[in-house]
């Protein structure tokens, strides 16, 4: 009898997905690992697990669409600096037009980037990595340039509460923008044709094109909707912070990338999960504020980020 | 004359499957040894064995008289076995010169690499050769003539013996196979010895003084080509073994039926030149013809894959100008494409994944897939089709190549089209498989669809097709009913541009 419960557990480990599911496995691993050493600086308060979610929503909402970036095989490294831009241009137009048209000021932003985006790569076919590489500069040089580097202050309390300070009970508002882009993610990518014909265009290019997918078509509104996902992110960074500022989302491509694929996206495309790319969000915020209560500084966080990012892609080949 | 190649009974097998029986070649200097044998006969297993890209299970090789065991290919290439593959091993952005003397480079000045010396080498083996083609030019622009040529300067100038040329004139104009056939006369004069594997009887006779042909990984001839007649070649090739399994099943055809497909006058700017024909209701249309004769492009013009230069395209009647593959797929053309691994599947997606791509539209309802229609399409599918898969939630990769193939014949009969084009839908399957997908065949057009199928396996042919176009150098040079056609030989001739008596 125990023998045969402990086949099945072997089994069990044996069949166990470790590639796909390894993320739910370092998420849980770090929570227990951090509980253990930091609790004395109250790591597992529910107040500091809530701050976490707060923090890594920008990086939930822009994973989503990132996932289905990389799922067509393709990358977007624009999506900080838009983040940046539009959080700008949100709290601008929030002084001077009130809370929708500031809403839609910062969404439109992005709108065009991931227009333009979309354009070069599928129309044009540049590689996206050179695309939104030089975009990145572009659009983050561009919101310093508007802004003279200053930060532009938000006084539309509505707003900060919605896209920042709200919570419903105990719960933050940020966190229900993370959970809600990821629902409409997941389902899109599982649920829906576009999603089927996402996966096919970056599981075999001339494959798809052969079974009549228009696969410049799929390219190209990923790319937009990238586009629109990142400055949804540089809202909410807008509203948690009561600011527009180009440095907003600085540098977070790279935590983007590196969420979605802890989260089991392959980076050749061809496979992808947005749930999972939720908890490489979450997983990459537990990690940051381990490390500060820990006591690093920027850089040193920087350096283990790095890390991660190098784990995360040698365990992807495996694949 | 030295002998310089002799390979013994040599046997190989892939997971558990003989391919080669024992097979005995041999080859002089100073010779074109001609190599022939229908798809999967074993040769091209052979000149991979011989290239040590395979190491044989059973058997000698001997080069110059010395035993030998390559143990990759590139310790064949230093022992003067040169091969110029089908598909060019050629760095496009470099140039010729680069190309030619790529990891065997000269240095120059301060441990660098001289561009001019490896240049001037080229230009005097091209001078050698008989054939003007600058060094310095990027590959990227030569015609594949030239680049056929590079890659055989390629090989001499690792100071090759033994050349290997596979297919080397299906992409080539008829001026450039003469010249490639002069060039091919002057280093057999300089003593290298040449092997030549085609399937085109005519250029086996002008060229070869000896040919080998294999049938079912034995050997069948070895003999001076003088003592054969194209007809005895084609014998051995073809043999007895398919056509028993192979019979033709006369259907009935309809009365005064319309017209699905019509093509007038359509050129590619390439390959195809004013070419023509029809496509009926409940008919199966064969295209016969060998490799490089057009026949892939044309499929690839009437699914809108490449642009029409010139000439129409009708669909019943209506004149229609296709522009992409989902316009094509829209109007109920189909195409099982030729390789399936490249353009009939993503491999890494379920087999399940696979088979509901193109159907998406009627699996779902208010924009969402669902989960109960896609189960039971795929059921039926599987029922209709007799995949077998242990799951098919597993990646389609992990089925055998002949359910691989299904999956992809089943994803387009599944989008129930009128027109259904097959391109070499029978390769790499087995026989049973082979019989299954020739009955799915003429199902599909008793109810009245149209079908175009390509094979370079004519029995296939012969069994299922109601009429045969061939094709020769991009244009139809013959236009055969099937009760016409007396036997495989006789299509065998047509296809190499003769007639069988």
């Known amino acids: ?319 | 004359m030295s002998t310089l190649v002799q390979l013994k009974a040599i046997q190989k097998s892939f997971s558990g499957v003989a391919v080669l029986k024992g097979v005995d070649f041999s080859l002089e200097s100073g010779e074109v040894h001609a190599l022939a044998g229908g798809n999967g006969a074993g040769k091209s297993t052979l000149m991979k064995i011989l290239m040590g890209v395979y190491t044989c299970d059973e058997g000698e090789i001997l080069i110059d008289g010395e035993r030998r065991q390559f143990s990759n290919s590139l310790e064949a290439r230093r022992s003067g076995i040169g091969m110029v593959f089908q598909e060019f091993s050629l760095i496009p952005h470099l140039t010729v010169a680069q190309n030619i003397f790529l990891t065997n480079e000269f240095g120059g000045k301060f441990g660098s690499i001289s561009d001019k010396e490896a240049e001037k080498q080229a230009h005097a083996i091209f001078e050698s050769m008989g054939v003007e083609i600058d060094p310095r030019t990027e590959v990227a622009k030569l015609s594949t003539a030239y680049q056929q040529l590079t890659e055989i300067a390629k090989a001499l100038a690792q100071n090759a013996k033994i050349l290997i040329l596979d297919e080397p004139t299906s992409s080539l104009a008829a001026d450039e196979t003469e010249a490639l056939f002069a060039l091919i006369n002057r280093l057999k004069e300089r003593g290298l010895g040449i092997i030549y594997i085609s399937h085109r009887m005519d250029e086996i006779f002008t060229i070869a003084q000896r040919i080998t042909v294999i049938r079912n990984g034995s050997k069948v001839i070895d003999s001076p080509i003088s003592a054969l007649s194209a007809v005895d070649v084609i014998e051995a090739i073809v043999g007895h073994k398919m056509e028993a399994n192979l019979e033709w099943k006369k259907r009935e055809t309809r009365k005064n039926p319309k017209v699905l497909l019509s093509a007038q006058k359509l050129s590619d700017g390439r390959k195809i030149k004013d070419l023509s024909f029809e496509l009926r209701e409940g008919e199966i249309l064969g295209f016969a013809g060998l490799m490089g004769s057009g026949r892939t492009e044309v499929l690839n013009l009437i699914y809108g894959i490449d642009a029409i230069q010139s000439g129409e395209i009708r669909i019943e009647g209506n004149q229609v100008s296709l522009k992409s593959v989902q316009q094509a797929v829209g109007l109920g053309i189909a195409l099982v494409p030729e390789d399936r691994r490249k353009f009939g599947l993503v491999l890494r997606h379920s087999a399940a994944d696979n088979l509901t791509l193109p159907s998406l539209d009627k699996l779902r309802s208010s924009k969402i897939l669902q989960r109960r229609k896609i189960e039971k399409f795929i059921v039926s599918m599987v029922e209709k089709f007799s995949i077998k898969a242990h799951s098919m939630k597993r990646d389609v990769v992990m089925l055998s190549g002949g359910n691989q193939q299904k999956v992809v014949i089943a994803k387009w009969f599944g989008t129930s089209p009128k027109i259904m084009m097959m391109d070499e839908p029978t390769a790499g399957v087995d026989i049973e498989t082979k019989i299954e997908i020739l009955d799915i065949i003429r199902n599909f057009a008793d109810e009245g669809k149209g079908v175009i199928f390509i094979s370079s396996e004519l029995p296939e042919l012969l069994a299922v097709c109601d009429r045969i176009l061939v094709l020769r150098n991009g244009n139809i040079s013959e236009e055969l009913l099937r009760e016409n056609i007396p036997n495989e030989k006789y299509l065998q001739m047509a296809t190499q541009g003769g007639t069988y008596e």
């Open chain 1, 1 to 319: 009898m125990n023998n045969r419960v402990g086949s099945t557990v072997l089994e069990a480990v044996k069949n166990f997905q470790w590639r796909k599911n390894i993320i739910y496995v370092a998420f849980l691993l770090t929570i227990i690992f951090f509980s253990i050493t930091l609790g004395h600086l109250g790591f597992n308060q529910p107040s500091n697990l809530l701050n976490i979610a707060r923090q890594c929503s920008s990086i939930a909402v822009m994973a989503v669409m990132m996932t289905f970036v990389i799922a067509t095989a393709e990358i977007d490294l624009s999506v900080g600096s838009v983040a940046g831009l539009s959080s700008v241009i949100a709290a601008n137009a929030l002084q001077h037009y009130g809370l929708v048209l500031g809403v839609l000021a910062g969404l439109a932003t992005g709108l065009v980037i991931g227009l333009i985006n979309g354009f070069l790569v599928a129309m044009l076919r540049v590689p996206s990595f050179l695309v939104t590489l030089g975009m990145l500069s572009l659009v983050e040089g561009g919101a310093r340039w508007y802004t003279s580097s200053l930060p532009i202050a938000i006084d539309n309390s509505r707003f900060n509460t919605v896209f920042g300070g709200g919570q419903v009970g105990p719960i933050p508002d940020l966190l229900f923008w993370s959970l809600g882009a990821t629902a409409i993610g997941a389902f899109v990518l599982n649920y829906t044709k576009f999603g089927r014909q996402v996966l096919a265009t970056g599981g075999n290019l001339l494959a798809a094109k052969y079974t009549g997918v228009n696969t410049a078509k799929i390219k190209f509104t990923v790319l937009v909707f990238s586009g629109i996902a990142a400055s949804l992110a540089g809202l909410l960074y807008a509203g948690r912070l009561e600011s527009g500022r180009f440095q907003w989302g600085q540098g977070d491509a790279l935590s983007v990338i590196a969420a979605v694929i802890l989260g089991g996206t392959s980076l050749f495309g061809g496979r992808g999960s947005v749930v999972r790319s939720l908890f490489g969000a979450f997983f990459i915020g537990l990690v940051n504020n381990g490390l500060i209560l820990a006591g690093l500084d920027v850089s040193q966080q920087e350096v283990v980020q790095g890390a991660i990012i190098v784990i995360a892609v040698i365990l992807s080949r495996k694949d």
